[in-house]
């Protein structure tokens, strides 16, 4: 079992992953640090807010590239699975979140931790799942 | 669907990742196939038949 995963497109995904990642922490570092320090204003702070959003929305493109470049029709079907668990995790998690909301019973906004945040944890637990289900989590287990 | 990879593959003496990159898929794919977990679409039956110099129909077997 090597580390190094044998498929192309997983080592691309994996490029891109630490080069969107390494410009998300980046860009938000900049951006919380430029909004109290010097705020921006109008569209220029529209466009610094939306700024740390870009890279991540990199990701969602790069894991569903690499659902595309994978050549081996078995990899694609545990990544298949894998992105479909994490959407549906999110979709459960915020639509929870948000009747609790809706009731008051939590407090208003998500601390961060919004839509993005839970399909990235679901697409961990996504290869869990494949895991304990077919027992091959995919081509970096 | 049962197969005879396994067995095949013995014969052969070829290892699960002798018969990865005959056919040009991962060891895991082998592995899925080989155990029952995964059934290889059409292609790559045809691709495994073509590698053993066997018909589809004995290598891949009627549950």
């Known amino acids: ?26 860009i938000l570092i900049g951006a919380k640090l430029a909004f109290p320090h010097v705020p921006p204003r ?15 929305i990199g990701v969602f493109w790069a894991v569903f590239r690499l659902l595309v470049e994978e050549r081996d029709e078995y990899l694609r079907l545990l990544l298949v699975r894998q992105t479909l668990f994490a959407t549906a995790f999110c979709l459960v998690v915020m639509t929870v979140w948000e009747w609790l909301q809706n009731f008051d019973l939590v407090p208003p ?21 494949n895991k304990l289900t077919i027992g091959d989590a995919g081509d970096c287990s | 669907m049962n197969n ?11 290892s699960q990742q002798d018969l990865a ?17 995964y059934d290889p679409s059409l292609p790559l039956a045809f691709r495994i038949a073509d590698v053993f110099a066997l018909p589809i129909e004995q290598i891949f077997l009627r549950d």
């Open chain 1, 1 to 26: 079992m090597s580390a190094l995963p044998r498929s192309g497109a997983m080592r691309r995904y994996l490029v891109r992953l630490f080069v969107l990642m390494g410009a998300y922490i980046a």
């Open chain 1, 42 to 56: 109008g569209v220029l702070a529209y466009a610094l807010a939306l700024a740390p959003a870009l890279p991540l």
């Open chain 1, 109 to 129: 906004g998500n601390g961060g931790f919004g839509t993005a945040f839970w399909w990235f944890v679901g697409l961990g637990l996504g290869g869990l799942f």
């Open chain 2, 4 to 14: 005879r990879l396994r067995v095949l593959r013995a014969e052969r003496q070829w």
């Open chain 2, 21 to 37: 990159d005959a056919i040009g898929v991962s060891r895991q794919s082998v592995n899925a196939i080989e155990t029952g977990k």
